[in-house]
């Protein structure tokens, strides 16, 4: 999976990794030289005394070192540069696969994963691909080229190799099985942190209400232990690498100087040789300990990639018809056609068999009690679900074959959960209508019965509003979201439960002011409170799922026995 994801998204740097490679190559190879002109100036200048010898190839050194650095330097850029570019390139690729997705897919992997995976999840991937650029040429050069040269040198010692390199080899090999399994464990611990965070945020005022806050830090406590004592494991790996590997090197280079201090003695090995020989196995050990750094990178980022290549490849199951119909003649005509509808995983149906419609000019009310199923209901028109059988028809297209765009722009909906987005009031007002003009918005919040409390802000239209919507009252937010559906002048309004956290005065007030804007187009309007809709052309009883009556207010009353039971109720509670 890190493979494919990579091979596809690395394509477009394609100029930018051959240079990297190229340059790479040359300053491996440079590094190599190195060390067998050290040695020639020691054994060719310093022991015969022939200085000039000793410039010459001093200069040459000096031009193979700073290719080298150059090499170097040059290559880490423009590695950096591509693992960056590929970061950039895979979060906006996850966040157009994430806006094209329904509330099934988001429930589904749920909003904290979501962010995990496309902020940690692709930060693994950046890391291991810059590393990878860096150590991918370098290892396998440096330790083929290593040994050769280090042959060249002196092949009485090449037993050290032989012994060392494996040595180091299992030692890293060891560490890494147990690092291992403690990165893939670690993913998930940020990703229950994360969650656990996420909701304390979001509920806040209800964990204060409900004094469940030693609860809930218990609860992230122990998600916050879990994460650190496994950070805590992979860490104590981690630390006892370096100095592992360093004690391979320090005992390798004193089993250098000591075999090979005997050779020179003996008059078999020159000692500027021996001096190179050091440096090889170093560049040798070097390259294992970057091979196997490779290793232990490789399975974290593996895990990474499944995570991020497991939302890119999952298709969004409302989807947009491949050839959708955009020229409509009628403007607003509503139609539910024996609409059921199912959750995901769930046996019975919310909706069955629901049958209703609405034209221009008219309003169709929807009522019932908590869990009939009316938002999941309103929720089909704008298709945030796909219906399980029957249709919802809007100016005589099913939803499923509409040009989204078209679909979009003649719904304007009004969610039961009012939700701003972090900007001012005009931020969120131009969602409706991204050139809406100062005037256009304040006769929006005219007609929403915003306009004094914006007013009343301090920055008007420019005041500041959080993410969410929470500096702002319950009723303020819907009234602002009123604002924002109205500024849009859709087709087809959609309230659903927009009225009821609004008074009884300023419910009917926003009603009356509406009246003479949506002459012309349809409102559905989903409602608690039966004063809200008895002048309603259509009233929509849904009890569980099912009709149980559809009319006007007073046929109603002769004929649904539970609009009847809803209508006492409500005047019983009215007058305790
Ligand atoms: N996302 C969901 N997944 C599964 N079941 C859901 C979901 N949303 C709502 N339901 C269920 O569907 C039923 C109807 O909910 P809803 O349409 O919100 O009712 P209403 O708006 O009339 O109060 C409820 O029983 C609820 O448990
Ligand atoms: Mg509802």
């Not at 209400?209 to 998600?223: G, K, M």
């Not at 994460?227 to 360093?246: C, D, E, K, Q, Y």
Request: hydrophobic share 50%; net charge negative; with cysteine.
């Amino acid at each position: 999976m890190l493979w494919s994801l990579l091979k596809k998204h690395l394509a477009p740097f394609r100029r930018d990794l051959l240079l990297v490679l190229i340059l790479q190559l040359v300053g491996t190879i440079a590094a190599l030289y190195l060390p067998s002109l050290n040695a020639d100036i020691i054994d060719n200048g310093v022991v015969r005394g022939d200085t000039s010898y000793i410039v010459r190839v001093g200069l040459v050194m000096l031009g193979v070192s700073l290719i080298q650095v150059i090499a170097t330097i040059t290559a880490v850029y423009f590695g950096s540069r591509t693992a960056m570019g590929l970061g950039r390139d895979l979060r906006s690729v996850f966040f157009a696969r994430v806006a094209e997705f329904s509330s099934r897919e988001v429930a589904g992997f749920g909003a904290p994963s979501l962010i995990t995976r496309n902020t940690n999840d692709v930060q693994q991937i950046q890391m291991v691909t810059a590393m990878g650029l860096t150590m991918m040429v370098t290892a396998p050069i440096m330790m083929v080229g290593g040994i050769i040269m280090a042959l060249r040198e002196d092949v009485g010692l090449s037993w050290l190799v032989v012994v060392a390199v494996p040595v180091l080899g299992l030692s890293i090999g060891f560490i890494a099985t147990h690092l291992v399994p403690a990165f893939r464990s670690m993913q998930k611990r940020i990703d229950a942190v994360n969650r656990v965070l996420r909701e304390q945020a979001t509920g806040i005022r209800v964990l204060r209400a409900f004094v469940r806050e030693p609860y809930e830090t218990d609860r992230f406590d122990e998600a916050n232990t879990e994460l650190t004592n496994v950070a805590l494991t992979a860490g104590r790996w981690m630390a006892a690498i370096f100095p592992l590997v360093m004690l391979v090197l320090n005992v390798s280079s004193v089993a250098v100087l000591w075999f090979g201090g005997m050779r020179v003695d003996s008059g078999a090995m020159e000692i500027g040789a021996l001096t190179a020989f050091l440096t090889y196995l170093l560049q040798i050990l070097m390259s294992v300990m970057m091979a196997t750094f490779m290793f232990v990178m490789l399975p974290r980022a593996a895990v990474s990639a499944d995570r991020i290549a497991e939302v890119l490849d999952t298709e969004p199951t409302v989807k947009p018809p491949a050839h959708g119909i955009a020229n409509v003649v009628e403007h607003g005509h509503l139609r539910l056609d024996n609409v059921t509808f199912a959750y995901p995983g769930a046996d019975e149906p919310v909706l069955s068999g629901v049958t209703a419609e609405a034209r221009p000019g008219e309003t169709l009310a929807i009522i019932g009690s908590t869990g009939a199923g009316k938002t999941t209901l309103v929720n089909l028109i704008p298709r945030l679900f796909d219906v399980t059988s029957g249709r919802v028809l809007v100016d005589g297209i099913d939803v499923r074959e509409l040009d989204p765009e078209v679909l979009w722009s003649k719904i304007g909906l009004i969610p039961q959960n009012p939700y701003l987005f972090s900007g001012t009031v005009a931020s969120n007002l131009r969602y409706g209508k991204p050139d809406a003009s100062e005037a256009e918005m304040w006769e929006a919040l005219e007609i929403a019965q915003a306009r004094d409390f914006v007013e009343a802000m301090p920055d008007g239209l420019d005041s500041p509003v959080s993410q969410g919507g929470t500096n702002v009252s319950g009723g303020q937010r819907q009234r602002i979201q009123i604002a924002r559906a109205l500024i849009k002048r859709p087709e087809v309004y959609v309230f659903d439960d927009s009225f009821s956290a609004l008074d009884l005065a300023t419910d009917a007030r926003l009603r009356r002011a509406l009246k003479p804007i949506a002459t012309e187009s349809t409102v559905i309007i989903v409602a608690q409170r039966v004063s809200t809709i008895v002048n309603a052309d259509r009233i929509l009883v849904l009890e569980d799922g099912r009709t149980v009556g559809i009319g006007r207010h007073d046929e109603l009353l002769a004929t649904c026995p539970t609009y009847v039971e809803i209508v006492e109720s409500q005047a019983q509670a009215e007058a305790v």
